[in-house]
């Protein structure tokens, strides 16, 4: 296939310089917008058209499926076009639709096909499949070329099984998805059993360690890999067998890596061993026929809790280029203009960033036009703040008619942020969640209200068991399965059943003593609900359940988002409180409920987005609302006293901006609740950071005066009762068969007539009904009765 004569007329000259580039290193210094995808699409097919590389000796690698495939999808459309104008003169969308898909096989059979193009992990399995039978780990363990790869599922049920069942460790000592993430951390650093136990220094470490090479073990005799084998087992394969490493070497003449400032130590392993064979002197590399091309932004790398090191991308020139100065280097190219958002954007991003030390020097040059002024608002607080958001929002899409809902996202440094904008969306606009699930959808809420669920109606059993062991109180699933099988029979709620001590002590065996200490807390707190407003049950409830200390407890990043989203709910009801007559918890519970079915209503319509600033990476829109700017919140207060940590905060400051197309609203509150308090707010120095002839503000001070409660430290809460003493007297009975309709006397309870009749031979227990008690489940062998004839 020939090139056309102007192949590369529509790239920029530092697009073109990165395409044209054939042999040795070279990085792609890619600024927001600049057209990373097409430099990275139109390298590939310039290699295969200018100088006949053939297809299956370019490995191409992405981040997501999702690039992998719009690469591939860019790749066959270049290609269709060439194919097009070279054998009918003409473009490929004037053909017959028949002629059309011709092309596009050949296209796909000839190119698109055989070229290696994927994620890290879709790429490595695919070279495990040739040669995994090959390798052998440090303790000898072996595994086949059809090997299984074990989801996050699996990985999870494997790990908690080795915990709590084989080596019967605390699971709230030891959580098993922090051991989890333990071993997959481990892994990301390239770290196997024995290495990572050797660098334990306390119990906790070397615990995990073991647990760590039990679970290879068993990977090893299931013949599976988990997710973070696929790189870690690849790079330790080519460490091992120089003649496997050769082997792709040889393969593979040119690689190219997008997104690189998010690569870890054990990727770039992989990556550096591929292009050198393992070749530490870097005098003794041959580039001939031969190149690394990665594309990137250390301005944008804000994984590094996934264990991404944009060091990396920084170290490259000393790695793999030549190291002299930028302006002198010839193995780096930086692409500048941005083909997204207006001047003023740009600008504000750019004097944003400046103020990071780890960088690569670039400036973002507008193709645009200068735009619209960004607007910062003062918001009165977070109430106010998503009420001015939304009325703009509605306000733009009824001004602009280019604009759709679609058309506008709100980017949040915490998930917990968006309850306040749901409020104020729903049932308004058209919203959703993205790359996480709506506030009440989320399963600490769900968790949550289903306890105040059961607080207000006793009846509702699937609320019930939702929380009868959550957190886990010792309750198996066989108690919870007999007090149900009971209930049914009985033809009443499971709450009769587990309301009752004695049925309880008869029925739940050595998990009698757990679901009457929850039977306790419930009926404690219903007691209560009449008395205190719903802030207040939802504040002892959570604390009193053992709820908010099991997520304190676990100390994952995981665990502390769910509670930030637990302190959400609090902060809701106090809002709820503020603004409506009924502050009780079914009233509550009501709207709520309310605001949960009316989500079902904006599936499938155009929407506005909400996410995290994480989860906008990658994404743009034509109008950005980034809300939350204060000191705490956004940079996060965990990140402020870590200057590495707080440059990282910087770029996710500096992704957000520049996902906004034409303009960009940026707001903070002059308070904010927190846990319960109305806490004044301090601006983010961000927004102190960005060019003050380009950003408007306006301030508007409204003093609102508002009851506020404490979270921590409950007061005037119901103290815990005492359990009542069970009596155990001897059996006055025989064991031997009971019939309903039978008549007897407890020397407690009184006289009682058999209603059913459960289980059979030394297991039976009856349900006895007593005039003025109700019913009660017995165990004849250890009640006191007596039948009457």
Known sequence: MRATPDFLSQLNSSQRRAVEHFCGPLLVVAGAGSGKTRALTYRIANLILQHKVDPENILAVTFTNKAAREMKNRIESIFTQHLAQQKHGTRLELLPEEAQAKLRSQVYKTITKPLWIGTFHSLFARILRFDLNKYQDEKGRQWSRNFSIFDESDVQSLVKNIATKQLNLDDRKFDPRSVRYAISNAKNQGLSPQEFEQEQNNYKGRVQAEVYSIYQDQLAANNALDFDDLILVTSKLFQQNETVLGYWHRQFHHILVDEYQDTNRIQYELIRLLTTNGETQKTAWNWRSRSIFVVGDADQSIYSFRQADFTILLGFQSDFGDGLPDEDTRTMVKLEENYRSRENILQAANQLIENNTERIDKVLKATRGVGEQIYCHKADDEVEEAKFVVNQIRKLEQENPELDWGSFAILYRTNAQSRPFEDVLRGRVPYLIVGGLKFYDRKEIKDALAYLRVLANPADTVSLLRVINTPRRGIGQATIDNLMVAGQQLSTPLWEIINDETSVNTMAGRSAKAVNKFAQLIKQWQEQIENLEAAEVVRGIMEESGYIHDLRNKGTEEAENRLENIFELYNAVLQFQEDNEDTSLGGFLANASLASDLDNLEEGQKAVSLMTLHSAKGLEFPVVFMVGLEQGLFPHSRTMRDTAALEEERRLCYVGITR?????????????????????????????????????????IKVKSSQVLELSSPKNLPSSSKTKNQKSPGSTTESQVWEVGELLIHDTFGTGEVTHVFGSGNKVSIAVKFPGLGQKILDPKRAALQRLQ
């Open 660 to 700: 906004a197309q034409d303009q960009l609203f940026l707001s903070h509150a002059r308070e904010r609740r927190l846990y319960g308090n109305r806490e004044p707010a301090v601006r983010s120095q961000f927004l102190d950071e960005l060019p003050k002839e380009l950003v408007s503000s306006t301030y508007k």
